[in-house]
């Protein structure tokens, strides 16, 4: 409380003689803490760059942005609750004075403070921040109640400036303004004069005391700041900063008023005091109110503050809009506009004229009837163009020639009896009841005998549920069947063009039909040709309540939650329509009676009769202003502006914020598309936060776009969003990637490699393992069968009593078993070693054979046999296969063997050449069962040694002619030579 009226006595600044103004009021909304303010004690309205309405109370700051109040308190940051003056600067940091005078500012959705903003912890002994003034430099000087300091706070900076250096500052009076002009230097207003100074005080300039004293009024001046307009005035004169003067007050102020505020606009001069609020020269509202301030929000409405009352707001189109407050009770039921006259009639059965701002009384039912108003008695009333009146009642019908007239006609009759609407069509009178039309002839109501005709309706076409009037002036009525024309004798007739029934209520536009029905649906009978195109229009959001026709082309619909206008134009000689919803807070919802002149339209409801342009009232509105804030990831905010970069790890789970200042109490619709092309995809979104989740990395066009019921979209805002492309699709990463990938399949590669050529080895080894067995077992074979082949020839020469033959060929058999038995113990012996026993088997076998075998052992000189490894017994099979089947079956004693050793193109070649039969007789001892043991053994060890040596060994068997003609076998071996043979 004390808080409250140390602020009332700070806005209580001076008195103005006192001047009458009209009573007249204006449409005006109203705002309490019931409606979201904090408190109803405000003491400071204001209006930021975004277009946002801030609010400074007694219980914390309230922010308002059309749509909804959000209050911040000292739980949010505030340094005290109480804030008396708001400032933005041209950084966008909004300034508050509070109570405890601490400097403060709002940015970024964060109040700062001397506890978390370390340049405004001032040093100097100064609290108490009285005023906060914008400079040109967008600097701001900052005013303490102790008047002599003061602050200069530029960027981030506080300069301390100290009047009382100057020593003969007190001649000047009372310092009222501080302003910073060119560099450094201050330009000072005292009460007296106007000095320039430097920051050390030196005086730079004084203006002459002549041209700055206000003679009128007084040299007692006063200071005023709304909405960063400074005033300085007196009792009579405003001045700008500039000591320019503005303005005068107006003649005739109500005496005792303060001037808390002044505000000028091009829409007027408002004046808040302790006692209303004074528009122009001739409007005051808001009386016994102390009003604190006035700001002007980004569509023109203007809105006041008052010290314990809360808010209002008065609508831009205030000149063109009035407030009346009517004498009568109860509801009205009738009205009608004639010339720029309102006439209207209410539950009191009294009549009522508003011309301009004159209310007067037309009829009064007490005196013209001598009896009191019965409630609800009065059924319908009536005044045509000829000003002729006509009122019923469930007993009487009372008539005046001329309602401007005194005399009127009272008729005591029942056919008034449940009367719901009265037309006229010049000699005609008709009055719609829920089951007839009764049509009277007004010459006979002014004879005092009332003679009507019945224009009825069938069982069939049911109750008669609206009567209206063409632009032609004749009469339709719709029934539960359809919709019937009334013609000038009287006759009604079912109109088949129109073929849609049950309109509850229906009026024309130009020659078309504009109705609802009782499924809520709005239908448009749309003239085609010989019939009618039926349209309809069914909105889902509101219930269709009455219609009123403002003129020929325009009708204005009532709803649940708001109106809508129904308007038709000429396109090619065809009616285009089209449906806007009117969104004007301003306008009374559910009134009693809407009626329209030339110019006006006037809605009454409860008393009041609300007066509005009738073009402003269809006038679109502008849309509202949206913005983007912040977008935010995680623990990441960004603030936005034309671009915003962020990570690609930061696009999974983003939400952006965007504001919106809307006209105030709209409703808004908000959509967003976001595109990587030119292209838009707009997307409806309710509240103002977007949920994206983006999975591709590139450039991204974020739109926002808004709009009211009744407003276009607003032109879209935008920002670009760049995803980074993440670590995994940069040339670096792909470049790695490449290279792990080629070194992953070359492993895997070498590995599966390994694999199959260890199992093969695996494989192998165990082959060789056993080859080498099996080849060992057939070195082993080698042995029997040599010696079973030379005991048969040891026999042989027994047997043919040669014992001195056969005792040479055993000694020479000992040294040929010692051999034998020595080699084939091993894999591999030196060639010398198989040489040497084929030199004591050929020994043997010339022994056996004498004459009939002659051989020879060829080497080539450049071997060295002794280095040369073969395997045991790899030669003498092939000797013995000559010596047994080629020599052993010749005729003839000229058989010849031939051992030809040598080296070819780094192979070793071993053939066994013999003049035998040749391969012809080989073959069919082959075929009689006689194939060589020896032969095939060697065969097989050839092939056995080819894999476990890994060489490529070769035999060959073949017949060659020789130079006599003779045939010779040819066996050949060739075996690869290395440094390991």
Not at 2 to 7: A, M, P, Q
Not at 104 to 130: A, I, M, S, W
Not at 267 to 296: M, P
Not at 636 to 653: A, F
Request: aromatic share 12%; proline share 4%.
């Amino acid at each position: 409380m004390g808080r409250t009226l140390f602020f009332t006595l700070l806005l209580l600044l001076f008195g103005l003689p006192g001047f009458q103004l009209q009573g007249q009021e204006l449409p005006m909304l109203h705002f309490t803490n019931n409606d979201g303010l904090p408190g109803n004690t405000v003491y400071v309205i204001y209006r930021d760059k975004k277009g946002f309405i801030w609010f400074g109370t007694d219980k914390g700051i309230a922010r308002y942005n059309g749509l909804k109040f959000d209050v911040f308190t000292t739980q949010n940051g505030l340094p005290d609750n109480e804030i008396f003056q708001f400032c933005e600067d041209l950084f966008g940091r909004l300034w508050l004075v509070s109570f405890s005078g601490e400097l403060c500012y709002y940015q970024d959705g964060k109040f700062h403070t001397p506890e978390n903003t370390p340049f405004l912890r001032l040093k100097l002994p100064l609290r108490h921040v009285k005023l906060v003034s914008p400079q040109k430099d967008s600097s701001l000087i900052v005013v303490f109640h102790n008047r002599l300091r003061f602050l200069n706070i530029g960027a981030d900076k506080c300069q301390f400036i100290d009047v009382t250096k100057a020593d003969e500052h007190y001649k000047y009076g009372d310092l009222l303004y501080r302003e910073k002009i060119a560099g450094n230097r201050y330009r000072l207003t005292f009460s007296n004069t106007t000095i320039v100074v430097d920051t050390s005080m030196n005086i730079k300039q004084q203006l002459d005391v002549d041209t700055f004293r206000m003679q009128e009024g007084g040299n007692m001046q006063m200071f005023s700041t709304c909405q960063d307009q400074e005033f300085l005035f007196n009792s009579e004169s405003i001045y700008t900063r500039n000591l320019e003067l503005e303005g005068r007050f107006p003649e005739g102020f109500h005496k005792g008023a303060y001037v808390n505020k002044i505000f000028f606009t091009s829409g007027g001069k408002f004046y808040a005091t302790n006692n209303g609020l004074f528009i122009n020269d001739s409007i005051r509202v808001l009386k016994d109110h102390n009003v604190s301030s006035v700001t002007c929000d980004r569509y023109g409405d203007y809105w006041v503050s008052t010290i314990n009352d809360g808010v209002y707001v008065i609508d831009n189109k205030y000149w063109h809009t009035r407030l009346n407050a009517t004498p009568h009770e109860g509801r009205v039921l009738y009205s009608t506009a004639v010339g720029s006259n309102l006439f209207f009639a209410a539950a009191d059965n009294n009549l009522y004229r508003l011309n301009a701002d004159s209310l007067t009384c037309l009829v009064n039912y007490t005196e013209l009837t001598g009896r009191s108003p019965v409630p609800n008695s009065t059924q319908a009333f009536l005044l045509d163009d000829s000003f002729r009146y006509f009122q019923f009642t469930a007993e009487e019908i009372v008539y005046k020639r001329n309602v401007f007239d005194k005399k009127a006609l009272v008729l005591t009759t029942d056919v008034a009896q449940g009367v719901r609407a009265a037309f006229s069509d010049g000699p005609h009178l008709y009055l719609q009841r829920h089951d007839a039309i009764l049509r009277f002839n007004i010459d006979s109501l002014s004879a005092g005998m009332p003679v009507y005709v019945r224009i009825g309706t069938s069982v069939r076409d049911g109750r008669i549920l609206w009567m209206t009037r063409d632009n032609n002036g004749e009469l339709w009525y719709s029934t539960m069947r359809g919709i019937y024309r009334i013609s000038t004798s009287g006759i009604a007739a079912r109109n088949p063009l129109f073929p849609y029934p049950a309109l509850k209520s229906f009026e024309f536009i130009h020659d078309d039909i504009v109705g609802y029905t009782s499924s809520n649906l709005l239908v448009l009978l749309r003239r085609n040709g010989t019939g009618y195109r039926i349209d309809t229009m069914k909105e889902s959001d509101c219930i269709w309540d009455k219609m009123y026709k403002l003129n020929s082309d325009r009708v204005l619909l009532s709803t649940n939650n708001s109106y809508r206008s129904l308007n038709a134009w000429q396109t090619n000689s065809i009616d285009d329509f089209g449906l806007v919803t009117i969104d004007d807070p301003f306008l009374p919802m559910q009134p009693e009676s809407v009626v329209a002149d030339d110019s006006t339209c006037y809605f009454l409801k409860s008393g009041r009769i609300t007066r509005f342009s009738k073009w402003d009232l269809v006038a679109q509105p502008p849309p509202p202003r949206t913005f983007f804030t912040v977008l935010k990831s995680g623990d990441s905010v960004y603030k936005i502006g034309d671009e915003v970069t962020i990570p690609y790890g930061d696009s999974k789970n983003m939400v952006i914020s965007f504001g919106v200042v809307a006209p105030v109490l709209s409703d808004v619709e908000c959509q967003y598309s976001v595109s990587k092309s030119d292209r838009d995809y707009w997307t409806p979104i309710d509240g103002q936060d977007i949920s994206l989740v983006i999975s591709a990395y590139g450039n991204y066009t974020v739109k926002v776009r808004v709009r009211t019921a009744s407003s276009e979209f607003s032109k879209p805002v935008e920002f670009t969003l760049r995803v980074k492309r993440p670590f995994w699709v940069r040339w670096w990463f792909i470049v790695l990637e490449a290279g792990v990938l080629v070194w992953l399949i070359v492993f895997l590669s070498r590995r599966r490699l390994a694999y199959i050529l260890n199992k093969r080895d695996k494989r192998h080894e165990m082959q060789v393992r056993f080859l080498k067995s099996e080849y060992k077992a057939l070195n082993a074979l080698m042995n029997p069968h040599f010696v079973f082949n030379t005991l048969n020839n040891v026999q042989s020469l027994i047997n043919n009593n040669d014992k001195l033959a056969a005792n040479e060929y055993l000694r020479v058999i000992a040294d040929l078993v010692r051999q034998n038995m020595h080699n084939i113990s091993k894999e591999l012996i030196p060639l010398q070693k198989e040489i040497d026993l084929i030199s004591n088997y050929m020994l043997l076998e010339k022994f056996r054979f004498k004459e009939r075998l002659n051989y020879e052992i060829i080497i080539d000189k450049g071997l060295d046999t002794s280095e040369i490894l073969i395997p045991p017994l790899l030669i003498q099979p092939l000797v013995e296969n000559s010596i047994k089947h080629g020599i052993l079956p010749l005729t003839t004693s000229d058989g010849a063997i031939y051992l030809n050793i040598f080296e070819r193109r780094g192979d070793l070649c071993i053939e066994v050449k013999d003049n035998g039969v040749g391969l012809n007789q080989k073959k069919s001892d082959t075929i009689s069962g006689h194939e060589s043991f020896g032969l095939k053994n060697i065969q097989t060890r050839i092939e056995q040694l080819s894999i476990i040596q890994n060489k490529e060994i070769s035999f060959e068997i073949k017949e060659t002619q020789g130079a006599n003609g003779r045939n010779w076998t040819v066996a050949t071996i060739v075996i690869p030579l290395d440094d390991d043979s």
